[in-house]
């Protein structure tokens, strides 16, 4: 038998049935959990692996308005991602926060700057219109533009424009916060637990068979609808108890996230690559640049996604060339990522000519009780969310994720981060990061410290001043089951550290010391840390301990 979870499954599990299994704790899969659970249904929250592990940990982490939507004449994707923008920034606040994005114009580019400006405008009207206003926009002057970002390339450039936006640092969080409030509504929620079976009679799904990859064995679960939410494995889950036609074409974006450089702007800056028109996106994060992102044809295991030899030196050849002063090598690199969209199956055709709408694939009259979201964005996950619950439910109570605020913004957002900067007794910069990564459950953090003991109080990481109690409440409270989901998706350390190797033998040394690890345990944590933070080829990474060859369960 495998080992114990630091979040047991329920030993009446199978004797439940469900009103809906959600399978794919994504950001779109944790949204549906959680509208439904907040509707009063009965829900069971199911993944293959970790909560956001898949593609809702390698995306742009832009919470945009649509902006490029408008080229395709998508306007009722422009108008919905206005208006969810506005929404996430109220009942998110420490998560999803306003960041300007700054457009150069530049003589060869293949969007005019009068188109640029009339989509601006565009923008500008429909968001006053629909009350989704958060800043104005502007049209600079090549004066004011190179003013503005001093280091940006000068030649040929005619001026900018300057809109504002908003963007998710830690998207990763938003996918937590909508599993715990799912959970705090009564969903259960069961991490690596890949679904091997769709169970199929009389023309319906009636449930699912999965395996528990921590504890060694199988369930069988019922349930009268089974939402498929699996992003790119969309097809895959399909394929376990049906025969229906391709849903998913996904295209592969990766990302590059480099050293502060001489010149780099302070505003995301949004720039028209010279090779093929793409836009290429370099916005600044957790103290240095993020650099993306390409769209690719991808019909490989999207777990096998990587930033492949092409694809970093168009980025480092691109941002050389908008700020010339960059003087970006692979030595620069702190380390990359990439992700496969679930987009619709479009097997011709330009890649950023796919639709970006999502897509609610109910598979009735021919098989009730399964439905299929194909698609789907960070910025209007919750209205996906909000579409999916409205069609499972056939009397709809009034739907309230817009309105009420994620765990972390609960109660009053604002009076709790000015009292908490004066009380915690902690340096300014761990009070300041615990905000922005927890927000108002920053107070559990500080509770553990006074059950467990000061010295959780101490950074376990020098960079980012995270706090061992961090460690404790990912495990204990946020369903975390392994090193790597800690670091990677509950503190954000290993992205903010850039894979300090210092951090995760402390953060594994708290383990063993508040959670019973063994030192066996340990080393194979450490061993499975190590092998799978290798697909983001970070920069400096020290071998793991070869004597220890444990595979990862992941």
């Known amino acids: 038998m495998g080992r114990e979870r630091h979040t047991p499954i329920p030993s009446d599990l199978e004797c439940q049935r469900f009103d809906v299994i959600v399978i794919g704790a994504g950001i779109n899969g944790s949204g549906i959990a959680r509208d439904a659970a907040m509707r009063g249904l ?10 956001g592990s898949g593609t809702s940990s390698r995306s742009a982490r832009m919470i945009h308005g649509g902006l490029r939507y408008l080229e395709h004449g ?55 219109l629909s009350g989704s206003w958060i800043g104005a926009h502007k049209s ?26 908003a963007y998710a640092e830690h998207g990763e969080r938003l996918c937590i916060e909508n599993v715990l409030s799912a959970s705090h509504a009564g969903a ?97 994060w957790n103290g240095c640049y993020l650099i993306g992102t390409t769209d690719i044809r991808y019909d490989q295991d999207p777990d096998d996604a990587t930033a492949g030899p092409s694809e970093i030196d168009y980025f480092l050849n691109e941002a050389n060339r908008a700020f010339p002063q960059a003087g970006l090598t692979k030595e620069s690199i702190r ?37 299929s979201i194909v698609g789907g964005k960070f910025s209007t996950f919750r209205s996906l969310a909000q579409e999916t619950v409205d069609r499972i439910v056939a009397r709809r109570p009034p739907c309230r994720t817009a309105n009420e605020p994620l765990p972390g913004a609960a109660g009053d957002f604002p009076g709790f981060c000015a009292e908490f900067r004066k009380e915690a007794s902690i340096p300014e910069k761990s009070a300041e990061r615990l905000l922005k990564v927890y927000g108002t459950r920053s107070a559990k953090v500080m509770t553990l410290v006074k059950e467990e003991g000061e010295e959780l109080k101490q950074p376990f990481d020098v960079t980012t001043g995270a706090l061992g109690a961090e460690i404790i409440l990912g495990f204990r409270e946020e369903f975390a089951e392994s090193l790597i989901d800690v670091l990677l998706r509950r503190t954000m350390v290993s992205y903010e550290a850039a894979f300090d190797p210092s951090s995760v033998e402390n953060a594994a040394r708290i ?23 290798r697909r983001f080829h970070p920069r400096g990474m020290k071998n793991p301990d070869k004597r220890v060859r444990t595979k990862a369960i992941l």
């Open 42 to 51: 009965k829900v069971l929250l199911l993944d293959k692996g970790d909560i």
């Open 74 to 128: 998508d306007l009722g994707l422009v108008r919905e991602s206005l208006r969810e923008r506005k929404t996430l920034m109220r009942i998110a606040p420490h998560l999803v926060r306003l960041q300007p994005l700054f457009i150069p114009f530049y003589k060869p580019n293949k969007h005019r700057p009068w188109q640029v400006r009339m989509g601006l405008a565009i923008l500008y009207c429909f968001a006053v």
């Open 140 to 165: 600079l002057s090549r004066q004011a533009a190179l003013q503005r970002v001093p280091g940006l390339n000068p030649e040929n450039l005619t001026g900018a424009g300057v809109m504002m936006d």
């Open 188 to 284: 259960r929620v069961v991490t690596y637990a890949p679904v091997e079976k769709l169970l199929v009679g009389e023309g319906r799904v009636k449930g699912v068979r999965f395996w528990d990859a921590i504890g060694e064995r199988h369930y069988v679960v019922k349930a009268n609808t089974v939402v498929n939410v699996a992003g790119p494995w969309v097809d895959r889950v399909l394929q376990k108890g049906l025969k229906t036609k391709r849903l998913i074409g996904g295209t592969k974006g990766s990302f590059l996230v480099v050293d502060p450089f001489v010149g780099g702007p302070v505003d995301s800056c949004f720039f028209e690559a010279l090779r093929d028109q793409r836009q290429v996106v370099v916005l600044p």
């Open 335 to 371: 380390f990359t990522y990439a992700g496969v969209r679930p987009l619709p199956y479009a097997p011709e055709g330009a890649e950023g000519s796919i639709t970006r709408k999502h897509i609610v694939h109910d598979h009735s009259p021919n098989l009730k009780g399964m439905i």
């Open 511 to 533: 383990a063993r010391d508040h959670l019973g690890w063994s030192e066996q345990r340990v080393e194979d944590e450490l061993s499975s840390y190590w092998d799978y933070v």
